[in-house]
């Protein structure tokens, strides 16, 4: 399974920007997909995951601003980010769950200027 996430970039404060990120590879279907982001000195956090259902879980930081959705037709999940914030300024990975197996994306880097 090979996940290629785009869509990183750079915003001001206030801005909004979309994450997106497609599965390939030879799988018979996704269970969990979802994003994650690590900011320089800190530990990978969890951002958003959304289940093959629809069901969604947010970290506090992100609630209210953040959207996340999939396309399972696509095996392509989705981040919308509103209200970006400077504190948001990360590398951000999609993942996606395969019976039981975690499979990473190689990361899209969010800079969010002040």
């Known amino acids: 399974v090979q996940l290629q996430a785009s869509g990183g970039g750079l915003v001001q404060a206030g801005g909004s920007l979309r994450l997106s990120c497609a599965a390939s590879g030879s799988f018979f279907r996704i269970d969990g997909m979802g994003w994650y982001r690590q900011a320089p000195g800190k530990q990978r956090e969890l951002v958003a995951t959304i289940t093959r259902g629809g069901n969604t879980n947010y970290a506090d930081a992100v609630k209210g601003r953040f959207t996340v959705s999939r396309d399972n037709a696509k095996n392509t999940v989705y981040l919308q980010m509103n209200s970006l914030k400077p504190e948001d300024t990360a590398v951000y990975y999609c993942?996606?769950?395969?019976?039981?197996?975690?499979?990473w994306g190689q990361g899209t880097q969010v800079t969010v200027s002040s």
């Open positions: 993942n996606a769950v395969l019976g039981g197996t975690y499979y």
